[in-house]
């Protein structure tokens, strides 16, 4: 089974300023891998896909990068309602997916 | 409008089964794999299943391996889940989710709540 652990658990940032969350496979996934995000009482929301693509309707300020095992999902500029918990996810090994664990991005 | 709604939670005891069922809407249901992802009350996402078209191809976390049965029936644009010798650790909210083609999940249902508890 393919880890993945996303660091930190939890990230303070001030609305306006950028945020960087990372996600780190136990494996190679190459670039099969996902970014969402939750708000309370939401389902989680795709956000990227294939380690930097945006998904229909993500904006701008979202961007993904890496390949491999390290993985960054960057935030910059951060609005209201881009506080949430995020999560990583891979989908290289059909059909065996797994999830992080979370980071929460709260509001400094 | 893409839509996928979840039915069929309920509190049941250990030991007994259920069946959740999810009907799709708005998109060609048998193009696409699905999903079934669940989230414990406070904890994180973790995948469920996965089926892909035809049926052919069927994943399971190893944590429902042997107890859970996905299916679906592309005439009713529809997806289920047959959970037997359910635990109190299966309890969670379920969610149906699309896939985006690839193995991105792009839509996601509001979920159904299994609790689990005698």
């Known amino acids: 089974e393919i880890v993945l652990t996303q660091s930190p658990a939890t990230l303070s940032v001030s609305p306006g300023e950028g945020a960087t969350l990372s996600c780190r496979a136990s494996?190679?996934?190459?670039?099969?891998l996902a970014w969402y995000h939750q708000k309370p009482g939401q389902a989680p929301r795709l956000l990227i896909y294939?380690?930097?693509t945006r998904a229909t309707g993500i904006p701008a300020r979202f961007s993904g990068s890496g390949s491999g095992t390290e993985f960054t999902l960057t935030i910059s500029s951060l609005q209201s309602e881009d506080f949430a918990v995020y999560y990583c996810?891979?989908?290289?090994?059909?059909?065996?997916?797994?999830f992080g664990q979370g980071t929460k991005l709260e509001i400094k | 409008e893409v839509q996928l709604v979840e039915s069929g939670g309920d509190l049941v005891q250990p030991g007994r089964s259920l069946r959740l069922s999810c009907a799709a809407s708005?998109?060609?249901?048998?193009?696409?794999?699905m999903h079934w992802v669940r989230q414990a009350p406070g904890k994180g996402l973790e995948w469920v299943s996965s089926?892909?078209?035809?049926?052919?191809?069927?994943g399971y976390a190893d944590s429902v391996k042997g107890r859970f049965t996905v299916s679906r029936d592309n005439a009713k644009n529809s997806l289920y889940l047959q959970m037997n010798s359910l635990r109190t650790d299966d309890t969670a909210l379920y969610y149906c989710?699309?896939?985006?083609?690839?193995?991105?999940?792009?839509?996601w249902g509001l979920g159904t709540l299994l609790t689990v508890s005698s």
């Open positions: 494996q190679s996934v190459s670039s099969n």
């Open positions: 989710v699309k896939d985006l083609g690839g193995g991105a999940f792009d839509i």
């Open positions: 294939g380690a930097s």
């Open positions: 089926i892909d078209w035809n049926s052919i191809s069927i």
């Open positions: 708005g998109f060609t249901f048998d193009d696409y794999v």
């Open positions: 996810q891979q989908y290289n090994n059909w059909p065996m997916y797994t």
